[in-house]
């Protein structure tokens, strides 16, 4: 599977016409107890680890991006970025898939 194929949740192509409906989405609580839900924009390879996208539904142009490890059937843990160059490499590769889209 490709990265931008595996960035589109739904896994169909560009011209899908799936709906929101469709997605799949999280609750992220943060360390002040805040709740934020989030859709699973779609998961990428870059370096030989896998990451994932997500969409906040709080009205915002922002996207969350953390480590993404598979730890059962259909079960996932998120994984903070700690190191800033990492995490540069990683927005910049999910700019270049978002952008080919």
Do not use: H, R
Request: glycine share 6%; aromatic share 10%; proline share 2%.
């Amino acid at each position: 599977m490709t990265d931008k194929e595996k960035c589109n949740p739904c896994g169909c192509n560009d011209e899908c016409d799936c709906s929101e409906e469709d997605a799949d989405f999280l609750t992220l609580e943060f360390d002040d107890g805040q709740e934020v839900e989030c859709e699973i924009m779609g998961v990428f390879d870059f370096e030989g680890k896998e990451y994932i996208a997500l969409i906040p539904d709080d009205d915002s142009d922002d996207v969350y991006i953390y480590g993404y490890k598979e730890v059962g059937e259909d079960e996932f843990e998120l994984v903070d970025i700690d190191d800033d160059e990492e995490f540069k490499k990683v927005v910049d590769e999910f700019e270049k898939i978002t952008a080919e889209e």
